[in-house]
């Protein structure tokens, strides 16, 4: 009715903007589009572009991915070298179940594992005997720089060095740097090395120093706690193998004694059954003598001589080659301090010489270079104090000759 009307005005329709669409057409199913309304890109609730907010997102994971890497990294590293150090450690009590009878096997073991293992430029370890620090193996250094370091051997315990520090303390020492340290008297051996800290840590049993284990690299400062800790299992283990060996020793001393009681008493035995059956056969039982004589004591050759009026007369001999008994024979008359028979009379005891070519007395010269005899032990029988009878025993190589005398 509207558009009948003259005079009246003619509405025309514009376009009314509908968020970020406007329409196109007058009609009511008209479509739209969306248009360009020039507005900046939207922002966050901080005020922040997106895209800056997304690189600190990223920075942010990146850092706390490197510190996983790095902890990660350093556990890596914390277990392999938990497993270097159980794996030395199981080496060493390889060697120690290997070597029951000999300790040198582990201490050179010991020194090669701590120096590998603490990257250190060497390690060596000393043995304490109650009064005295011997050097007793190495790893790391020269032949020349060890023996440097050796010519200052043994020492007694004290500020000297730092083994001798450690061993006189019973506690770990350490020279963060030995040019500052007016005390330590191995410069020289400092300087041929070329070191700058050493750390030594004392060999413990019952709470006694029985030896210590020295340890030095070419920087100065302290020595890390994990390294000092791996020193004292390697202390606690060298004390096992010198504790190890001592047991050994005893038992196979006492197994020693034994059996060499029992190898007195069957020679012995063997002497009293041959004095029972041969009563009026006295040259039997003198055979039977020197040979159980010679036999127990390790000897190479014996003699036995009888005193006749001032004289001594040979009776028996073993270890002596037909063409040698002409020779006694003929020196068992008139006793002289030259020859071991001699001077066993004349004083009337044990005599021992543990090399005739080094005694200044000995003058049998041609009996030593006949049978090659170098030690030589005498035994007085005396009565009426007098040496009736002489028992001369020699080995062809020098040395002491163990014998009991009752």
């Known amino acids: 009715m509207c558009a009948h009307l003259s005079g009246m005005l003619t509405f025309r329709h514009r376009p009314r903007p509908l968020g970020d669409r ?83 096997p582990v201490f050179d073991t010991i020194a090669r594992s701590a120096a590998q293992l603490c990257h250190a430029q060497f390690c060596h370890v000393f043995r304490f005997d109650g009064k005295l620090i011997h050097f007793a193996a190495s790893y790391g250094l020269t032949p020349e720089a060890i023996q440097a370091i050796r010519s200052g051997y043994p020492l007694t315990p004290g500020r000297a060095s730092v083994a001798a520090r450690s061993i006189l303390s019973g506690s770990v020492d350490e020279i963060q740097d030995i040019d500052a340290d007016p005390d330590y008297e191995h410069v020289h051996a400092a300087k041929t090395s070329g070191y700058r800290s050493i750390i030594a840590v004392p060999i413990l049993k019952d709470g006694n120093p029985i030896g210590a284990i020295v340890m030095g690299r070419p ?8 390294q000092i800790e791996l020193l004292q299992m390697f202390a606690d283990q060298a004390v096992i193998a010198i504790e190890n060996v001592r047991l050994f020793e005893e038992v196979e001393a006492r197994s020693r004694e034994l059996g060499e009681s029992l190898e007195q008493q069957t020679a012995t035995s063997d002497v009293l059954k041959v004095i029972s059956r041969s009563a009026f056969d006295l040259q039997q039982i003198f055979d039977t003598l020197i040979d159980a004589a010679t036999r127990l004591c390790g000897a190479d050759m014996g003699v036995l001589r009888r005193r ?57 010269l041609d009996a030593q270079s006949l049978t090659g005899m170098r030690s030589a032990l005498g035994v007085a029988v005396a009565s009426r104090r007098q040496s009736d009878w002489c028992l001369d025993l020699a080995t062809v190589c020098g040395g002491r000759i163990h014998i009991k005398t009752d």
């Not at 005020?47 to 350093?74: C, F, H, M, W």
């Not at 914390?78 to 120690?96: D, K, M, W, Y």
Request: glycine residues 8%.
């Open 22 to 104: 406007v329409t196109t057409g007058r009609k009511a199913r008209q479509k739209t589009k969306r248009r360009s309304t020039g507005k900046p890109p939207r922002r966050n609730a901080i005020g922040k572009d997106p895209q800056t907010s997304d690189k600190g997102k990223i920075a942010l994971l990146t850092r706390k991915l490197n510190e996983a890497v790095a902890q990660q990294t350093a556990t890596s590293r914390e277990l392999s070298e938990a497993l270097e150090q159980r794996t030395a450690g199981a080496e060493i009590l390889r060697v120690i179940r290997r070597s029951p009878a000999d300790v040198q």
């Open 219 to 226: 920087q100065t400062g302290r020595f890390p706690e994990r």
């Open 308 to 364: 006749v009026g001032r004289n001594y007369q040979l009776v028996a001999t073993c270890g002596i080659k037909p063409e040698w008994r002409a020779h006694f024979e003929r020196h068992s008359e008139a006793p002289t301090r030259g020859s071991i028979f001699g001077r066993t009379v004349i004083e009337g005891h044990t005599i021992h010489i543990p090399d005739v070519l080094e005694d200044p007395e000995f003058e049998r």
